[in-house]
Each structure stands twice: as C-alpha cells, then as structure tokens.
C-alpha cells in the first residue's frame, strides 16, 4: 500500500510541476512504464507505420494518428464530425487487440500531436480509459533498465564489425601478394576467422539483448479482438463540423477578437499561405479569420515532452490573445495530430468549450462554397 501511495506522490507531484489545471489526462513515463505488457493494457504509437517498426514500445500497436481520419476522395466525413463511421471504427479498434475494457495509453515520439490523435480519436468513442503519454517513446526509452547494458553489447557488436572487416580486408590482400609466406598469409586466415566468429557471437548478443528492451523493433504483432461501440456514449463534446467553423468564422470577420470564437490554424507557414497543399486537396490556404499558430510553440522540444509547462503555454496563448474562456476551434490537414495538439493543451489549462475541426482543411479547402485565405 506503501508503494502504490508513493508512486501516486511521484506522477502527481510531476504533473504538478507543470502547472496543468487538467491532470486527468497525462500520465507520465514513471507510472507508464510499470504497465508496459500488463493485461487490458494497449500502448498505441500514434506515429506512421515505419516509424514504429524502426522503434516502439513493446507490446504496443500501431494506428498513424494521420490515418484515423477517414475521409473520401473529397475531403467528406460521412460521419461527421466523428473520424469515422461506428461501424468502421469498430472494425479498426479491434483489429488492433483493444476491447471496451481496455486501457489505452496513446503516444508518439515525444512531440504530442499523433498522441493527441489517437486520444481525441478514442474520446470521440466514448473509450474514457485513455491516456496521452508525456514524453512519448522516448521517455520511455530513457526510463529503461537494460538500455545501459545493451549499449555496451552494441557497442562492441560494432567495434567486432570493423574488426572482422579489417581482417578481411587484410586476408584478402594477403592471397594477392606472391611474396607473403604460407605462414603469415595462415595467421591471416585465422584471424579473420576469429574475427568473424566474434562478431557473429556478438551479433546474438545483441540480439538477446535487445529483446529485454522496452523499446524494440520490428512488425506489429496482435490479435484481433471484438470491440462494440455504444451510441448512447458516443461524445463529440470536443470535436467540431465544417458548419460550426464557418459560423465562428462569419463572427470573427465581423467582431474580430471581439468574438468569442477563435479558429486555429495549427500548420506550418507554407500550408498556410497555400505554397504548399496536400495532392488530394483542390486548393491551399486557410480559413479567413483564423489564428495562424503552429503546433511547434506548444510541443516541448527542449525537455522532450509533448507538452510546455502551463505557465510558458498561457503566455503562447495569450500572445495570440486565446483564452481558455473562448470558443476555439483548431485545425491542420486532418485532424488527428496537430489540432489535436492544440485543443489538448488548452484542455490541459482547463479551458471547457475548445474542439478539433474533424474535416479540417481536408474538408474546407474542398468545399468550393467556402472562401479562403492566402
């Protein structure tokens, strides 16, 4: 009992430290890690699949937070605002090994926005039982037991590679030179024999040892399992339809920040200008009114968590004068990643009334009916 009281002082005392007025959704890298491999326990990488095949928690699955939003040729959600039709979702999620009773910890490298994806992808759901893990893959790596002693076996494993292609090299050299003697050119042979026999025992070493990760490589691995959502619990309280951002857009043309709405833009700057846009987009921009912050202010890159403190996100906001007590609308290309970003960090403050724009400019930048920016 002592132990669980503790390890709940350590994780509440680092959200703390951050300053969050919304700590029900984090859960940080020392309690994380404790549930890595336990029963109705589903890590899921919110990044692309080969991304996770180069490095993922163990156990893990992969659902690429881009991927999640399931539009057509369009830009149309047929469900909006939902990602995708229940009966669509329902087919993903279990493909995946998750059940309704299944916790799921969603998390990306570090960054935030494919986390948040997958958070506010399972929300919609109704699937409380999810967290975002703050720090992300990384985090966990970093908190890693046998990450020490596998460098070390890493790094002889690649100092025996350089040896054995020395020896080669030399024997090889040796069988082309007439005047060498049969017995230097043998003790050449043999030293790239041994050579080679090291590196190939090394080799398995880090093998094994790389099995005892936290963060391995390779394929996804799961089972498919039956997953059912329930209509009545399905909750679209933090997403957001193509008619509601053009609502709020009329109000801001009109009442500037006089508005109570604020529309995010959470892209880069060539997206936003419209030098760049996506293929299966008709035209690039974005929406007429809206704020133009980038995802980059939010994540936090120096301490290689999702999220800044709350006091040093307050003040991001209040330079592009947002305040938890507006109605915010985001937006990026999907959804699902870095408006996602955005409305979580201001959940994170406490703000009540802030959505992810589920069509995104997927929808408004094919809807010709809609003005836009550039």
Not at 131 to 153: F, H, M, Q, T, W
Not at 255 to 269: K, P
Not at 337 to 357: H, M, N, P, W, Y
Request: glycine share 6%.
């Amino acid at each position: 009992m002592k132990r669980i009281f503790s390890l709940l002082f350590i994780v509440t005392s680092i959200s703390f430290a951050d300053g969050y007025e919304n700590n029900d959704i984090l859960i940080e890298p020392e309690e994380a890690v404790k549930l890595i491999g336990q029963p109705d326990v589903m890590f899921v990488s919110g990044d692309s699949e080969d991304v996770y095949k180069l490095g993922h928690i163990k156990g893990s699955v992969e659902m690429y937070a881009h991927h999640l939003h399931h539009a057509d040729l369009l830009g149309n959600l047929h469900c909006e605002p939902l990602f995708r039709c229940v009966d669509d979702a329902e087919e993903y999620i279990g493909s995946k090994g998750i059940t309704n009773d299944t916790m799921v910890i969603a998390y990306d490298d570090y960054k935030g926005p494919n986390a948040t994806g997958v958070y506010h992808f399972f929300l919609s759901y109704g699937h409380t039982n999810v967290k975002i893990l703050n720090g992300g893959r990384n985090a966990i790596s970093e908190l890693d037991p046998n990450k020490e002693a596998y460098n070390e076996v890493r790094k002889a494993y690649k100092k025996a590679k350089k040896a054995e292609r020395k020896a080669k090299k030399a024997y090889r050299a040796g069988k082309k030179d007439d005047e060498i003697s049969e017995e230097d050119l043998e003790a050449l042979k043999t030293a790239y024999s041994e050579a080679k026999a090291e590196k190939k025992r090394l080799q398995k070493e880090e093998e094994a040892a790389g099995e005892t990760l936290l963060v391995v490589k390779g394929e996804e691995e799961v089972d498919e399992v039956e997953y059912h959502i329930d209509p009545a619990k399905i909750d679209t309280t933090y997403l957001a339809t193509k008619a509601e951002v053009e609502h709020a857009m009329h109000d801001i043309l009109e009442n500037g920040d006089d508005s109570q709405y604020r529309i995010v833009d959470t892209r880069s700057m060539t997206e936003i200008i419209g030098e760049r846009k996506m293929d299966n987009v008709a035209r690039g921009g974005h929406v007429p009114g809206s704020k133009l912050l980038e995802w980059k202010h939010i994540s936090d890159s120096d301490r290689k968590k999702s999220f800044r403190t709350a006091e040093e996100m307050k003040e991001v906001f209040d330079r592009f004068n947002i305040s938890t007590e507006n109605t915010v609308y985001a937006y990026c290309q999907v959804g699902t990643g870095r408006s996602s970003e955005i409305v979580t960090a201001l959940q994170l403050l406490g703000a009540k009334d802030v959505k992810v724009f589920a069509g995104s400019w997927d929808a408004w930048g094919n809807d010709m009916n809609l003005p836009i920016k550039r």
